[in-house]
C-alpha cells in the first residue's frame, strides 16, 4: 500500500494566520490527491481533489499543490469555522489516508 | 441535497456477524460507485470496500477479505456491507460514501455509524 506521511499532527493558530499542512506519499500518485475537513462526531468533507482542484462550494481561502510527491494544503487566511482535524488521501491506488492534523485555536 | 444515511451499527461479540445499510437519496443512486470507510483513533481513515454502479466489480481490503460482503440495490438505493466473523480489530466508525463522478475520490460521505467488536 502506498503510505502518506502527513504533518504536523497538530497545529496551533490564530484567527487570521496562513496556514500549511503537507503531505508526503511513499511513492508517485501523480496527482491523485485529496483532503478533507472533519469537525467532532462529523463526516469527512471533501475540500481539494486531484491535488489542487477546488471542490464545489469550497471557500477560495483554500488551496491545493504538488510537487513530486509532496503535497500542500494552504489556508490562506484561517476563520473560527476553520478549526478541525485535515486528512490528506491518496487514489492513485487502493485509497489510503494521512493521519491528520488537528488545527487548534492558539 | 445529497444525502447518506448509515444504520445498522452497535455492539456484536468477536465471532458475530453485523449487517449495515447505507439509504441514499438527493442523487442519482445508480450512477455512482459508493464506498465502505471506517475511522478508528488509533489507525485513522481505512478504507473498506468499494463497489461500481450496477454492482458487477466488488473490491474489499486485505483486512475484511473473505469476512465482509458489500452489496447495493439501485432500486431501493441502497448499499449495505454484511460483516461476518467480527474481530475487535473492526470495531470503528463506518461511513458509506458517494464516489464522484470523474472524480476517483469520494465527494459525499455519510455520518458514521459506531460498530463496536467486544465480549
Known amino acids: 500500500d502506498i503510505q502518506m506521511t502527513q504533518s504536523p499532527s497538530t497545529l496551533s493558530a490564530s484567527v487570521g494566520d496562513r496556514v500549511t499542512i503537507t503531505c508526503r506519499a511513499s511513492?508517485?500518485?501523480?496527482?491523485?490527491l485529496a483532503w478533507f475537513q472533519q469537525k467532532p462526531g462529523k463526516a469527512p468533507k471533501l475540500l481539494i481533489h486531484?491535488?489542487?482542484t477546488l471542490q464545489s462550494g469550497v471557500p477560495s481561502r483554500f488551496s491545493g499543490s504538488a510537487s513530486g510527491t509532496e503535497f500542500t494544503l494552504t489556508i490562506s487566511s484561517l476563520q473560527p469555522d476553520d478549526f478541525a482535524t485535515y486528512f490528506c488521501?491518496?487514489?492513485?491506488?487502493?485509497?489510503?489516508f494521512g493521519q491528520g492534523t488537528k488545527v487548534e485555536i492558539k | 441535497e445529497v444525502q447518506l444515511v448509515a444504520s445498522g451499527g452497535g455492539l456484536v461479540k468477536p465471532g458475530g456477524s453485523l449487517r449495515l445499510s447505507c439509504a441514499a437519496s438527493?442523487?442519482?443512486?445508480?450512477?455512482?460507485?459508493m464506498n465502505w470507510l471506517r475511522q478508528t483513533p488509533e489507525k485513522g481513515l481505512e478504507w473498506v470496500s468499494s463497489?461500481?454502479?450496477?454492482?458487477?466489480?466488488?473490491s474489499y481490503s486485505d483486512s475484511v477479505k473473505g469476512r465482509f460482503t458489500t452489496s447495493r440495490d439501485n432500486a431501493k438505493k441502497s448499499l449495505s456491507l454484511q460483516m461476518n466473523s467480527l474481530r475487535g480489530e473492526d470495531t470503528a466508525v463506518y461511513f458509506c460514501?458517494?464516489?464522484?463522478?470523474?472524480?476517483?475520490?469520494?465527494?459525499?460521505w455519510g455520518q458514521g455509524i459506531l460498530v463496536t467488536v467486544s465480549s
Open positions: 460514501a458517494r464516489e464522484g463522478a470523474d472524480m476517483g475520490t469520494s465527494d459525499y
Open positions: 438527493g442523487f442519482i443512486f445508480s450512477g455512482y460507485s
Open positions: 463497489i461500481s454502479l450496477r454492482g458487477d466489480y466488488i
Open positions: 511513492q508517485s500518485i501523480a496527482s491523485w
Open positions: 486531484k491535488a489542487s
Open positions: 488521501q491518496q487514489y492513485s491506488g487502493s485509497w489510503t
